[in-house]
């Protein structure tokens, strides 16, 4: 007990530093490609609502790809994919071997592209369980059709969007472990260094499954939170 408590301590020969700051750098990949997430599948709903083939086509296709393809395999050609073409273009210019993508950009862009999938079809069934009274009041209000989204119709599709959302949130938190196989030192990755010199895997292991526990359970209590006032707003309302 006293060397496990000494091995995770914040002092002089311990991890705890270490072990935090790596779950520091999990959660800030986390939001950062939840955020883009939102934006591509914001972006995704958008076409697969459309009424014209070729957006609505393409947002298919975009879904249907990445939550087809394994996510690892959407990590790994994302980053050697980029860093080849990144490569040959510095070679046009004259540098020579082989240039990377940074890997913390690469994962959150990853994790944003394949979260956005999801988040697509999140977006879309919360706008299609608006009433369609709620258009008609806003035609009948006079609102433009950027006024109607912004005032009356993303409010009310936000409420029916969060649960989805805090789903497809911990999804999220559990896919940036991946993100260790290009290189990028968080949560998971620390933890397997931290195993490795030490030869203690359990201690380690569970200090960092302690650690996700940790960041989804606040970060989860957030999302009912406001599901639970959004709801509350529109019985009052």
């Known amino acids: 007990m006293t060397d496990t408590l000494h091995i995770l301590s914040l002092g002089k020969g311990g991890w705890g530093g270490a072990l935090l700051l790596a779950a520091g750098v ?53 980053y050697y994919g980029g860093s080849i073409a990144l490569t040959e273009i510095g070679k046009f210019f004259g540098s020579a071997g ?24 999140v977006y879309r069934g919360a706008y299609l369980a608006v009433d369609l009274g709620q258009f ?8 433009s059709r950027f006024q109607s989204l912004r005032l009356v119709i993303v409010p009310q599709l936000m409420r029916h969007a969060l ?19 290009i290189g990028l030192v968080e949560l998971m990755r620390q933890s397997q260094i931290g195993a490795g010199s030490m030869r203690e895997p359990f201690v380690f292991y569970v200090a960092a499954a302690t650690l996700y526990f940790l960041i989804a359970a606040v970060t989860g209590s957030v999302f009912r939170y406001g599901e639970a006032r959004a709801w509350r707003g529109m019985v009052h309302a």
């Open 26 to 78: 999990t959660f800030a990949l986390s939001v950062l490609g939840f955020l883009l997430g939102a934006l591509f599948g914001a972006v995704a709903a958008g076409g697969r609502l459309s009424t014209r083939a070729l957006p609505s086509w393409v947002a298919k296709g975009y879904g249907t790809v990445f939550r087809g393809v394994p996510d690892l395999l959407t990590i790994y050609l994302l």
């Open 98 to 121: 082989f240039v990377g993508l940074p890997t913390f950009a690469t994962g959150a862009l990853a994790i944003g592209i394949i979260s956005g999938a999801y988040q697509a079809e």
């Open 136 to 143: 008609e009041a806003s035609k009948a209000l006079g609102l």
């Open 163 to 181: 649960p989805g959302l805090g789903n497809v949130w911990q999804l999220v938190l559990k896919d940036s472990a991946l993100i260790s196989v």
